[in-house]
């Protein structure tokens, strides 16, 4: 098989196409997560902790010395990563025990009621002596 003919049978999988717009789907996802928690989460817990811009947290590891631009930890840039992180978390983790919710209520429900198998060969012969005997007998 050719490397390009193998390579096209990947690439048009149905698993491939699906991944590709789960990851497009995530990147957007994870914009309005970042834009969440920057713009509407982190503002009122900065002014509950003394207007702090979480942004602009940081600590001067050095100084700027003349054209050499300050160096600096940012922690603040960090928080808010941490809470990005926890609420793409936590939305996965909801999304996921939903689905495993409706998978068990379909497992569970009644299916449809499923016809007794038909008897076997050795069985309908057993059941035609069975019946050939009662009828000699005199129906006993």
């Not at 509950?48 to 700027?64: H, K």
């Not at 840039?77 to 996921?96: G, P, Y």
């Given at each position: ?7 096209k ?7 491939v ?13 994870g ?15 900065g ?15 050095q100084?700027?010395?003349g054209e ?9 840039t960090f928080?808010?990563t941490v809470?990005?992180?926890?609420i ?9 025990k939903?689905i ?9 429900a ?8 038909a ?7 057993l ?6 005997l ?6 006993v």
């Amino acid at each position: 098989m050719s490397f390009i003919k193998e390579f096209k049978e990947f690439a048009v999988r149905g698993n491939v196409i699906d991944m590709a717009v789960g990851i497009i789907i995530g990147a957007a996802f994870g914009k309005i997560v970042s834009s969440f928690v920057a713009d509407v989460v982190m503002p009122p817990i900065g002014l509950l902790l003394g207007n702090a811009d979480f942004s602009e947290l940081a600590v001067v590891l050095q100084p700027a010395v003349g054209e050499t631009p300050e160096v600096l930890l940012r922690y603040g840039t960090f928080i808010q990563t941490v809470v990005d992180f926890t609420i793409v978390a936590l939305a996965v983790f909801v999304a996921i025990k939903a689905i495993n919710s409706l998978k068990r209520k379909e497992e569970a429900a009644p299916a449809e009621p499923v016809a007794p198998p038909a008897p076997t060969q050795e069985e309908v012969l057993l059941t035609e002596i069975r019946d050939l005997l009662k009828a000699r007998s005199g129906g006993v």
